[in-house]
């Protein structure tokens, strides 16, 4: 279920917490709740996509785009991602969550987030997002000029470019690479 009562939570703590700027980080601590967990008494992996949520909320509302967003009646939305994990989140450890602009195209904005614990990273996302309105995405110069930053710029990162290129040569609709037939090698299934 997704964390409802952390998101209010986090709505009114991030509003009492100081602004930011579009290249800031944004930073805040939670902990592992027992409901987080999978069956190997660890956060399941999902609920770190789900967390990474709240550390995008708490970037926008201190940036002032949450505001913004309802004023124009906008949406957000993620386009993909690409997530590493590397360290054990345990029920009831500490953790705080780190989010902070990476790159900006015409079309999506790239976070770099990560959930630190005793300053070790456990996980680590680079997520492509939009604004979205009814009739699609918003370009990201309009959302700038909306929140007041109407020159803004960010340069790509070549690590964020690596991956743009790689996302963009993976097969859509996903269906075309799984047209071949599927042959059993040893342990594995695999595809010609």
């Not at 944004?26 to 409901?35: D, L, N």
């Not at 609709?173 to 071949?180: F, I, T, V, W």
Request: contains cysteine; positive net charge; charged residues 25%.
């Amino acid at each position: 279920m997704y964390p409802f009562v952390r998101l209010i939570g986090l709505y009114a703590s991030a509003r009492r917490r100081p602004a930011l700027t579009w290249e800031e980080t944004s930073e805040f601590s939670t902990w592992t709740r027992p409901w987080d967990c999978d069956m190997f008494g660890e956060m399941n992996n999902g609920r770190h996509l789900t967390l990474l949520d709240l550390g995008r909320f708490d970037y926008a509302i201190r940036i002032g785009m949450m505001e913004m967003l309802r004023k124009q009646g906008w949406g957000l939305v993620v386009g993909g991602g690409s997530v590493r994990y590397r360290r054990r989140l345990l029920p009831f450890d500490r953790f705080s969550i780190r989010t902070r602009l990476a790159a900006v195209d015409d079309k999506w904005f790239y976070f770099q987030q990560s959930l630190i614990r005793k300053g070790e990273a456990c996980s680590s996302a680079l997520m492509r997002t939009a604004v979205t309105r009814g009739s699609g995405t918003v370009p990201t110069a309009e959302v700038a000029a909306a929140l007041g930053v109407p020159d803004f710029s960010l340069p790509t990162p070549d690590w964020v470019r690596a991956w743009i290129e790689a996302d963009a040569a993976r097969p859509w609709p996903p269906d075309s690479d799984l047209k071949a037939p599927a042959r059993r090698v040893g342990a594995q299934v695999s595809a010609d």
